[in-house]
T-cell receptor, first 113, second 114 residues
Framework: DTGVSQDPRHKITKRGQNVTFRCDPI?????LYWYRQTLGQGPEFLTY????????KSRLLSDRFSAERPKGSFSTLEIQRTEQGDSAMYLC???????????FGPGTRLTVL | AQSVSQHNHHVILSEAASLELGCNYS??????LFWYVQYPGQHLQLLLK??????LVKGIKGFEAEFIKSKFSFNLRKPSVQWSDTAEYFC????????????FGGGTRLMVKP
């Protein structure tokens, strides 16, 4: 069991640029989640996939954010026209439908200059 | 909307002291409850969870938590902390009619002095 992996671990970008993050869930986990965590806060839910279907989206997920899980395995989270307020740790988690316990990856820390 | 409160933002204890971290949630329906821990430089790890049954649940590393439905609480306890328990602790709730999202508290940063 290799755990949830995320790439890159750190990303520094300039305001206005687009960024894309990748998450590889635990194999055979059909549910995948994205969260955002800012300093001193707990993670906040962004979106959720069951297989390739995006079933839930938070109001936090503005139209600059888009997430995909095209083949029901890995997922990507893209932020267009980044703003300084997007600076945060972006966490991915996965679970099975049976246990519904979410296991988290190491996160991607985004810094927008 | 559901919310989760962790009242203690920072806790400092000496080794061997007992620990209790508070967690209250604001949802009246059926809930699944979790405690996650984040050690320095590491990612969130599951400490324990409650879905149903015995309201006193035991987790890894000697931690336990008690679900008190009447108080909407799920406090985390450990009888004797170690320096290695220094970490940030997050309570999280999944309300059964709120999809599959977890709602997290703001976290409690625990420092254990050797």
């Amino acid at each position: 069991d290799t755990g949830v992996s995320q790439d890159p671990r750190h990303k520094i970008t300039k305001r206005g640029q687009n960024v894309t993050f990748r998450c590889d869930p635990i194999s055979e986990h059909n549910r995948l989640y994205w969260y955002r965590q800012t300093l001193g806060q707990g993670p906040e839910f962004l979106t959720y996939f069951q297989n390739e279907a995006q079933l839930e989206k938070s109001r936090l997920l503005s139209d600059r954010f888009s997430a995909e899980r095209p083949k029901g395995s890995f997922s990507t989270l893209e932020i267009q026209r980044t703003e300084q307020g997007d600076s945060a740790m972006y966490l991915c988690a996965s679970s099975t439908q049976l246990t519904d316990t979410q296991y988290f990856g190491p996160g991607t820390r985004l810094t927008v200059l | 909307a559901q919310s989760v409160s962790q009242h203690n933002h920072h806790v400092i204890l000496s080794e061997a002291a007992s620990l209790e971290l508070g967690c209250n949630y604001s949802y009246g329906g059926t809930v699944n409850l979790f405690w996650y821990v984040q050690y320095p430089g590491q990612h969130l790890q599951l400490l324990l969870k409650y879905f149903s049954g015995d309201p006193l649940v035991k987790g890894i590393k000697g931690f336990e938590a008690e679900f008190i439905k009447s108080k909407f609480s799920f406090n985390l306890r450990k009888p004797s902390v170690q320096w290695s328990d220094t970490a940030e602790y997050f309570c999280a709730v999944n309300a059964n009619n709120a999809g599959n999202m977890l709602t997290f508290g703001g976290g409690t940063r625990l420092m254990v002095k050797p």
